[in-house]
């Protein structure tokens, strides 16, 4: 059993939640926790061996948390999931490969592509695909198109595995914290379009990608992970693009990983992230 | 404030130790926590906004904790040390420095060496410099003579600094669990002499190395941290032991920060290690 | 046109290469060159803006260069492969993938399988699976069925994708210098069977996987690349595995690439590589 | 004997080369070479095991290379560098260490401060030291009492080891191509002021620190080497900075490392780097 705790800070809080265990007899096997003492706010991430009736667990963890304290009993184990994709290939292949083998710690509903390109390999793997095409179309028009796909799905998280058009505050706000993408550069070196031709023109010795919940603000959002790899004069922006894919499939594989096993809290525009 | 706790598992460990807090108004700001489920063991840091009377503190904890629980309140925070070493400058330097800048988390009592190479170097920080040679002794007496020295300055932690003389089992057990060694390989790779040599002929891609705790067999001891470096064909055996001087220091270094820091547990022939 | 070139090194070979280039207007975009002062051993890739006629190039070449120099003038690029499977997809799956989207650097002609269990990913992107069981058969009979398989396909390389059966000295001759393996740790530590096992029992700091060519000693082969991560003591033996499921796939793409684009030299037990 | 040579590229540049190392009986241990297709600029790195008359050597290079070709045969391999600080001590205590243990590749004629923090531990190697304080003067001021120093010194090299007061656009142009910083952060990510504070209220998962050439703008000449390492929410600005710092030093050292052996070539805003 799984339980997550996001609160306001107080004294007595640990003492609070592990009594409200022992006296249900349940064993922590393993706890991470974590107090911004900046912002005064609580994190608790909890591993228990035995089950339990989980509603009354959570009433008797409100009667001792403080108010607004967010409580996640038992989180679904396998959540839902709607891919968003243009052409690129690398992440949704992963993606699509854990699906099938039963190790993404989620299930694919649905992939939505604004480029037919990725349909075959859904088709492969019996992943239905959704050709929402954004040509001849208004901008609030295309992204009803997805809404509507979305929706009908209702999947825990929107990946947008390098989904390659800028997203409206409205269609974001439409899928608030549910929204997860992977960004082609080290943030926030190289915000916005072309990051591996800037890193090349600027002549970096490392290039990066990073996973993100995605907010208003272009590529802005809480970053989930974060990873690099060393590139040197040898390589030009092409070559740079291509060892950048390797670590953008990983560092969103990783990223998806922490999210589905409930690793991952939000506040304000930073991550808590119990590894 | 730092508590430490290593003990039996069991149900309500933690609701025990919270509660004791609790009663004392006592904010945990950081609690790391670790049960290690095949051992049935329980391991703890806990870091304490405010100070409180320690013995008082450890009495009322012993009381919920199990029987044979290890508890340290408030551990030394400055620890002391006593550095072996051969002639490689190179861990020692870096410990001489952060010691002169108050950098270490620990107090350098002692150097001893069994060449005077690093004496000057020891000299130019005002460290006491001992030269025990082993030269035209029998190995009893050559580590009777270190052992002499230490005791006369009771050190916390002997820190083996590429210390290049292998110490018998004696040695070994007159200060168990306090003798830390940087061995110049990633362990279990390449045990024993020359392990770059090995390295080299072997052809491998990365090298590394050890920080772990000293035990009677070679190399065998609970590894604390690890490190490694990319190599490749351009480096001969010389060039991989200069490069493995860098992590060798690096590794070393940090290490030290995390048993300086409270932040490593000895069970068995393993550490956990709260980084 | 790649050119690539192994012989005993002399003083002036460099010139001789370059002069009967430049002597046919052929232009250097890269090249990499190593000597090997101990093996008197001479390696270089070179990468060359123009077409020329490959056997009047390799006739002047050989002309110019010590007896018995290997070279390979515009190597095949899209080399073909046969892959060895047992029950783990991690290292198929990607290989697949990257045949499927044409980004490999070589065509999967066939699987081959001593399990069923892998049969239908291959199915799905139209790669033929061939069920070789060991069960009920002697080896030498289990590995000729596998040989029948290989040869009838003439691969240039045969990839063991984590085939889990020792192969004898019988096969592995028959197929020198196209033995590919990945090895599920950082050799040479944890030679053998069960390494995370013995990771986990050792207590170590960091985890690894080995991409290297198979020779007649178990995972002793000439090494090709090598990676890791790092773990702690949250993780048990199955975490670790699964943990290094992601740098076998990693490391074995790599070395893969490193191979196909004729980047990687043999000679005796290493590898010299040109990244 | 080291060759480095950078020019315009044409059809026949290492044959040319090369000829003329054979001609004199010179034997290529290493060579390292790269073409810059897009900016049809050649770089060349060559170790030759003989010695040879150097100025005779350097006719005949000249003799057979394009015009305007850099040639620096047998560099000296022993630089001379001024250090210039400001209060940290890990740059300028590492770089102290090397150059009293002969492993820096370079000489520290003198350091230069701006505060006395610095003073003592540059006695302690019997290093000048001399303090030029920035208060109570104009820039100009400032800026032209350090000039004097440096110019007294003739450095090969100016190494700013956390110097942390920005320099004019005239002190830079009075040192062109000589000025190494350490700067903070993963450029282009957090140019200027505070970057650890930046990197904390992103959220950062990795920090970094970049070497780098000084030109007029400010964090923006050409890069050397640049290095991360993981950080995670318990780290608050502070943590990060203290973090930062042992990267910032072996990033510092790496890019010294690597100027020292004539292994960096520079040309516009980038540089070239045989590791």
Not at 32 to 48: K, P, S, W
Not at 75 to 96: S, W
Not at 102 to 110: K, Q
């Amino acid at each position: 059993m799984i339980i997550v705790i996001q609160c306001i800070d107080k004294v007595g809080i640990v003492a609070a939640i592990s009594g409200v265990l022992a006296q249900q007899q349940l064993n922590i096997i393993s706890m991470r926790e974590h107090v911004d003492t900046q912002e005064n706010r609580f994190y608790m991430r909890l591993q228990i061996e035995q089950h339990a009736d989980e509603s009354a667990l959570e009433r008797a963890m409100q009667a001792v948390l403080p108010q607004h304290a967010v409580i996640s009993i038992n989180p679904v184990p396998d959540k839902k999931i709607v891919v968003m994709v243009t052409k690129e290939y690398h992440c949704l292949a992963d993606i699509l490969i854990r699906n099938y083998f039963g190790t993404l710690g989620a299930s694919v509903l649905a992939v939505i592509g604004n480029h037919a390109t990725l349909q075959d390999i859904c088709k492969r793997f019996d992943v239905p695909f959704f050709l929402v095409s954004h040509e001849q179309k208004s901008k609030p028009e295309f992204e009803h198109n997805m809404i509507d796909v979305i929706k009908q799905h209702q999947p825990d998280y929107i990946v947008l595995a390098k989904f390659m058009r800028i997203l409206s505050p409205e269609f974001v706000a439409e899928f608030e914290t549910k929204l997860i993408n992977i960004h082609h550069s080290f943030l926030p070196a190289f915000v916005g379009a072309n990051p591996y031709k800037q890193a090349f023109e600027r002549g970096v010795k490392l290039i990066g990608a990073t996973a993100h919940f995605v907010t208003n603000d272009l590529d802005e959002g809480p970053i989930i992970a974060q990873q690099i790899i060393p590139v040197n004069h040898s390589l030009n922006a092409a070559d740079m693009m291509k060892a950048g894919k390797e670590i953008e499939t990983s560092v969103l594989a990783k990223a998806l990983r922490l999210v589905f096993e409930d690793r991952v809290f939000v506040y304000k525009n930073k991550t808590v992230v119990f590894e």
